[in-house]
C-alpha cells in the first residue's frame, strides 16, 4: 500500500511539471546594437519571449563575425543577468570603454542568449538539465545494458521522504 502512494505523488508531481510546461519555446530574436554618438557606450536591443520567464540573459562580443566570441562584454548594465522578463526592445548597454577602451572593430557582433529560470517553489530543488552515464559496464552479467549518454532538461523536485 506504501508504494502505491508514493506512486499516486510521483505521478501527480509529473502531471504538475507537465502542466506547468511553456506553450512556446523561448525565443531571443530582433537583436541590433549600435554605438550611442560621442561615446563608447554601446546599445544592444533584443526582443524576449516563451519558454518560462524569469529569464537569465548574457551578452557575448565577437571582433571576427561570430566565429570566435572573445570581445570582452563584462560592463553592461539594463536588461541581463538573472530576472529578465519577456518584452520587445529590451535595452543591454555595454560600456566599451571600461571593457575595450582605445580599441575598434571592422566585423563587431554581438550575440544574446536567455535561458529560462524557472521559479523553484518552497521546499523543491533544481536539478539542472545534464547528461550523464545510463547503464551498466560491468563483463560477464546476464543483466549488463550497453553503457549511453542520456540528456534530461531541469525541473523542479520535492522529496517526499
Request: charged share 10%; hydrophobic share 45%; net charge neutral.
Amino acid at each position: 500500500m506504501k508504494n502505491s502512494h508514493l506512486f499516486s505523488a510521483l505521478v501527480g508531481a509529473w502531471l504538475a511539471l507537465a502542466q506547468a510546461a511553456p506553450a512556446t519555446p523561448l525565443s531571443v530574436a530582433q537583436g541590433r546594437a549600435s554605438q550611442r554618438a560621442g561615446t563608447k557606450l554601446v546599445d544592444v536591443h533584443y526582443d524576449i519571449s516563451g519558454g518560462i520567464p524569469p529569464y537569465t540573459v548574457t551578452l557575448q562580443g565577437s571582433l571576427d563575425g561570430g566565429v570566435t566570441w572573445t570581445l570582452p562584454v563584462a560592463t553592461v548594465s539594463g536588461n541581463v543577468g538573472a530576472g529578465v522578463t519577456a518584452g520587445t526592445n529590451r535595452l543591454i548597454t555595454w560600456n566599451a570603454g571600461a571593457d575595450w577602451a582605445g580599441q575598434f572593430g571592422n566585423n563587431v557582433k554581438f550575440k544574446v542568449n536567455g535561458t529560462d529560470t524557472p521559479l523553484v517553489p518552497v521546499g523543491f530543488a533544481l536539478i539542472p538539465a545534464v547528461p550523464f552515464q545510463m547503464g551498466d559496464s560491468l563483463d560477464g552479467y546476464s543483466y549488463s545494458l550497453p553503457v549511453h549518454t542520456v540528456q534530461v532538461s531541469g525541473f523542479s523536485w520535492r522529496s517526499i521522504w
